[in-house]
């Protein structure tokens, strides 16, 4: 091969790279696509794509197809196949993005393992809410099935209850728009130290079962008050005293018939599967999009690799921000706060240190934004310097107006 022939040949190596947003050694590709939301397809795309940055021959084995090399599971070492499915950095039950990339280097079964960590942080969790609060859109702007609250994993399932003055009551919530609840027929339990916890009653139950759903609540009841409809109201009262033979029931008044706007609060317990779920999202994406081409295999992410498939202590991971990253959405003075005109997820890593942080922030929009997770992955060791972290931005839509969202109180 002559001299003239190689440098062409380079060349033109060079020029597909650089069509392709590849980046050769020392540099950086970089696709700027603008963030725009298709208002009748309920279809987004996202901004800032910037591509990783890949050696010569892996620039070749991309044009000609030659890469031998197997991909490994970074959880297990398991050879991955390369045409699967991957991994969705966030659930797509949380929203679809056009040119969205996923995590391919997770085999079928710790991918499967890792989803029902998410499976609580979908149904047990905020998200959970949010989701039937949004309405999102599914393909082809199909309507996404809503969410059910539910137990998931050792997590309660989410509870709403209403302030009614002198006293509270639980309430359940319509699945399409959470501002609307109706009362449900339950046993409001009280200890000696006035914990109350809730109990929702249905017509058949057994005393086994009643005595299962107490025991879980943690509550030791000295007392309690039976809400129910006329209809019903013997069986219940028979059923409690079967249940706690020694305690006080307490009479409750009836309430008026009609619609009331009253102030509600959600209360959320869950486990270690939920921190699982949002350390997932944050290792997976900072793979993705990380400027210094870790796997995630490497020795540095050993424990937050360990706490996503078997779980922990999650403190040694989940800390209060340092400060290092200003989101778009934050307070200001006055009272006041700085939110996105539509709901929207927040990713950002910052890489720029010797410690690796990301921060999560599902569902931010026009009524506000739950607190952020701000996740430790590890320690690296790297020559390579960056003046700043990479930042991602997956917006979601509504689909239909909102009315105030109900707030608990402080």
Known sequence: MSITTLALWIFSVMFLARRLGLGLPGERGILDIPVTID???????????????LDRVTVLDKICGMSKTPMLCIYCSATVESKGAG?????AALGEFTGDRRFRHVCVECNSRIGRSEQQLLQSGIPALFRNRIGLVGRRGRKRKAGQLRSVRGARAPQTTVDLGDHSELVAQ???????????DQVVLKDEEGQVDYVQLFPGMSVADLNQKIQRTGVQPKSARIIASKQYFNEFVS?????????RLEHQPDIEPGVQTVRG?????????????????????????SRRRFRG??????????????????DQFFRASDGRFVLPCRAIPGGRSILPSSWCHYLVADERRDVVVVCVQLFAGPEGAPPAHYVTLGRIQSQLSFDHGQSRILAARHSRPLEPWPRCPP
């Open 239 to 247: 059923l409690v005293r079967a249940v706690l033979p020694g305690g």
């Open 39 to 53: 208002k009748c397809g309920g279809r987004c795309h996202r901004a800032s794509e910037i591509s990783q940055g």
């Open 297 to 314: 295999s490497e020795d540095s992410f050993s424990a937050i690799r360990q706490f996503i498939m078997e779980g922990g202590n999650k």
């Open 265 to 289: 609060c959600t209360k959320f317990v869950i486990t270690d599967h939920t921190f699982r779920a949002i350390a997932k999202i944050a290792f997976h994406y900072f793979l993705v999009h």
């Open 87 to 91: 991994d969705h950095i966030i659930p």
């Open 174 to 184: 319509d699945p399409h728009d959470p501002t609307m609840v109706q009362y449900v």
